[in-house]
């Protein structure tokens, strides 16, 4: 069965970077779309990026679009989020999510929790002013 398990979160100060991974198994990397959420403490959990199966396609919320960069390494079966120039309010428990869909002619890329069935346990990513 998939697995998903985040790691690379910790505390960093504003303006820093971190690099999140997502590692897959029990499905081929490329049979899966990928998609980042984060939630914050007493919010609800937001969208933040996803990645097509192949990586020819990605997309990004607003406020992380030029800060943030999502890539996969198949031969790795990860799924890396790169975050640049990060605010205190990226603070969040971030989780990465992935789609198996059959029907999926290989440019989904999932933009809310309804495309995806698979989830990780998050990595909290902490920012401090």
């Known amino acids: 069965q998939l697995q998903l398990v985040e790691s690379g979160g910790g505390l960093v100060q504003a303006g820093g970077s971190l690099r999140l991974s997502c590692a897959a198994s029990?499905?081929?990397?490329?049979?899966?779309?990928i998609a980042w959420f984060r939630q914050a403490p007493g919010k609800e959990r937001e969208w933040v990026s996803c990645?097509?199966?192949?990586?020819?396609?990605?997309d990004y919320a607003e406020s992380m679009k030029g800060r943030f960069t999502v890539s996969k390494d198949s031969a790795k079966s990860t799924v890396y989020l790169q975050m640049n120039s990060l605010k205190p309010e990226d603070t969040a428990v971030y989780y990465c999510?992935?789609?198996?869909?059959?029907?999926?002619?290989?440019?989904?890329?999932?933009?809310?929790?309804?495309?995806?069935?698979?989830w990780g346990k998050g990595t909290l990513v902490t920012v401090s002013s």
């Open positions: 990645i097509s199966r192949r990586g020819l396609i990605t």
């Open positions: 029990g499905f081929t990397l490329d049979y899966l779309a």
């Open positions: 999510a992935a789609s198996a869909a059959s029907g999926d002619p290989g440019n989904l890329c999932p933009i809310d929790r309804t495309g995806v069935e698979y």
